[in-house]
């Protein structure tokens, strides 16, 4: 498995998960990845074996490195868990003879450089439908394509706990907690949650909404809410390590992206048994399922980009205890059916086996 992140994020919490379970499954797995990044340390604190490269894995240095380190492995499937390490291991292993060379999409971006996939992958393994899409969309060929969903422990995200999350974040039994967990950035759509929440604490007053996560937008978002007039009902917490905690402590978990591949912290909030509100942007579709299905809805779903719906949404959840619980328990239900690790860990064996024609 290489990677060239620096940061932990979804993708790489994905490819720990995936590593640990191909351990778990028998398998050998071996970590190739930037020795300034988090992905080497917590893999090798955790026992596995981890080689070291320099930088991103685009330098003369890092291709020697990663060359030397797949002729010694002659591992059976060289898994890219980002696009920079399909560049990077790609061209080192180059007449190698690796049988399968598998690349993760855990984005539904539109992809700059496919000739890379086209020339360095057996098989590309996406998230979700609309990482699918995109990547089919960018020119890769759909004979390569394979969905795999993302997954979750669910032993990790069933046990928070509410008073002391509650006592976290300061606030009083009677308020309303609105949650969201996700990177300051734009594609988050934090601006329209903000705008959104204007109405919301016009009509319910002991609203608040608490913001886990950091990122570049922060002093735009905390100035947004001060021009709202909401900054008394909206605390930026940064980055946290008590996401279950907070979600316990939640009434409702808000997620108002403008563009997702498949959002963990939206599986977490299902299994952990705090409602949603959601847009229905990139592959959250997947997870909550259609919109226009309503026969059993997981969760309140709102076209991104539109505030006015988001805070009626809001509202309606709150205002709904019934349709609360039944949602959550849905909700539950599916994630345990279609989005554990382990499935996603055996769907994962199947494509390595497909593509070295083992299947």
């Known amino acids: 498995m290489v990677c060239t992140q620096r940061l932990w994020h979804g993708g790489e919490e994905q490819g720990a998960l995936l590593a640990r379970g191909l351990r778990q499954c028998g398998h050998q797995p071996a970590i190739l990845a930037r020795a300034d990044g988090q992905f080497a340390r917590r893999m090798a604190d955790e026992g596995f074996q981890v080689v070291r490269f320099r930088g991103n894995g685009r330098n003369p240095a890092a291709f020697f490195q990663i060359r030397a380190a797949l002729r010694r492995l ?12 399909i560049t990077a291991a790609g061209l080192a292993g180059v007449g190698l003879g690796i049988a399968a060379r598998v690349a993760a999409r855990h984005l539904c971006f539109p992809i ?10 057996d098989r590309v393994v996406c998230v979700s439908h609309a990482a699918a899409q995109a990547c089919r969309d960018s020119g890769i060929p759909p004979r390569m394509i394979r969905v795999v969903h993302g997954g979750i422990d669910p032993a990790a995200w069933q046990h928070g706990d509410r008073a002391r999350g509650r006592g976290a974040l300061g606030v009083s039994d009677e ?10 950035v734009s594609c ?19 609203t608040r909404l608490a913001l886990a996560g950091d990122g570049p937008l922060r002093p735009l978002l905390c100035a947004q809410a001060r021009e709202l007039g909401i900054d008394t009902h909206v605390q930026f ?50 997870l909550v399922g259609d919109p226009t299905d309503a026969g059993k809805p997981l969760a309140w779903t709102v076209p991104p980009a539109d505030p006015h719906l988001l805070a009626a949404a809001i509202l309606d959840a709150l205002d709904n205890e019934r349709l609360r619980a039944a949602r959550v328990a849905r909700a539950r239900q599916r994630i345990l059916e279609h989005f554990t690790a382990s499935r996603m860990v055996h769907e994962t064996l199947g494509v390595y086996r497909e593509a070295m024609g083992l299947a």
């Not at 700059?112 to 992958?121: K, L, V």
């Not at 308020?175 to 300051?184: E, G, I, M, P, R």
């Not at 204007?198 to 002991?206: A, F, L």
Request: glycine share 6%.
């Open 237 to 286: 917490l940064g980055h946290r390590a008590d996401v279950p905690d907070l979600l316990a402590a939640a009434d409702l978990f808000v997620l108002p992206s403008l563009s997702e591949a498949l959002p963990v912290t939206l599986m977490e909030a299902m299994l952990s048994g705090c409602p949603v509100v959601a847009t229905t942007a990139g592959g959250i579709g997947d």
């Open 74 to 85: 002659r591992p059976d499937v060289v898994h890219y868990n980002d696009p920079h390490a």
């Open 188 to 206: 988050k759509g934090h601006r329209y949650l903000l705008e959104a929440m204007k109405s919301v604490v016009q009509r319910r007053p002991e």
């Open 112 to 121: 700059r450089w496919a000739i890379r996939y086209r020339a360095f992958c």
């Open 175 to 184: 308020a309303l907690v609105l949650l969201t967990v996700a990177q300051l």
